[in-house]
């Protein structure tokens, strides 16, 4: 907060900004990742608080799972699964990996808009696996923004596979799944 205040831009762009050097880490971090995506960087913010304390977490254990909505710092030496809501009674689940860094996820369920008002596919679920949830974040929210676009779907997809730093992604629209990296689903 305090750093917006001195940078109205950082907390209203929708595209990539530039901090100084002497900007507080997390903020260059958050830039850093969003500036990968393409996208403004609050929209890492909730991957940024996830980030922080599975990371202050971690320094005592080998497992740590946190979760701030729908993000997740998964820091485990098992595989795991995490699902994600298509709509109602309807579910997918995502293998997330084992790593000893740490994965970051973000999820969301189906906002139900899209092909009904003639912006592309409505969307069902969407997931992204990155190496942190910052940059997880910060691709979920150019994938909701590529959606609504024509080809939207395939679109999507294969931003996710440009973005540097992701390594899975899941988008739902109906009966279409897309999956791009090394992503698996399980029942």
């Not at 830039?31 to 320094?59: E, I, K, N, W, Y």
């Amino acid at each position: 907060h305090a750093y917006t205040i001195r940078n109205p831009a950082f907390s209203s762009a929708k595209r990539p900004i530039d901090v100084p050097a002497d900007a507080p880490e997390i903020v260059r971090e958050m830039v850093s990742s969003a500036r990968r995506a393409g996208v403004g960087p609050m929209f890492s913010f909730q991957g940024a608080v996830t980030d922080h304390v599975g990371r202050f977490l971690a320094r005592d254990g080998q497992e740590v799972t946190v979760n701030c909505g729908a993000d997740y710092f998964i820091r485990s030496r098992k595989r795991q699964k995490l699902t994600v809501v298509r709509r109602p009674g309807s579910t997918v689940a995502v293998v997330v990996p084992s790593s000893k860094q740490g994965v970051g996820v973000s999820m969301t369920s189906g906002s139900g808009r899209g092909a009904e008002d003639g912006r592309g596919p409505a969307l069902d679920g969407l997931a992204g696996l990155a190496e942190s949830c910052m940059l997880a974040d910060a691709a979920v929210a150019g994938v909701h923004a590529i959606l609504s676009k024509e080809d939207g779907f395939a679109t999507a997809l294969g931003y996710l596979k440009k973005v540097d730093g992701v390594f899975g992604g899941l988008v739902i629209s109906g009966e279409r799944i897309g999956l791009m990296g090394s992503l698996e689903i399980a029942a």
